[in-house]
């Protein structure tokens, strides 16, 4: 989040609008992904899944590189600094995904 200065000792942070709808954003996206897991597990049924963490990345990662392809405007190299990765770790990735 982004704070402005302090007014006083005694004054709460002052958070900026942008801060806080990325903030109201991550919640979402937090419970949104805790009740897919659920409804994931609830698939097993008796079963325990042994490659869940496979299966959820597989699920995640294409959609996100997708997205965030497009909203870069296929530029790889903002792609990649928008994700924290490295260009050639993007471009490994989207072959992976098929993407590129």
Request: with cysteine; net charge negative.
């Amino acid at each position: 989040m982004t704070y402005s200065a302090r007014p006083s000792n005694d004054a709460p942070p002052v958070v900026d609008g942008a801060a806080r709808r990325a903030a109201d954003c991550h919640h979402d996206v937090h419970e949104t992904i805790i009740d897919a897991l659920d409804i994931l597990w609830d698939a097993f049924e008796e079963d325990q899944p042994s490659n869940l963490y496979q299966l959820v990345m597989g699920q995640v990662e294409r959609p996100l590189l997708a997205r965030v392809l497009e909203r870069c405007d296929h530029n790889q190299s903002r792609a990649a600094a928008c994700l924290g990765i490295n260009r050639s770790t993007l471009r490994k990735k989207l072959r992976d995904h098929d993407l590129i």
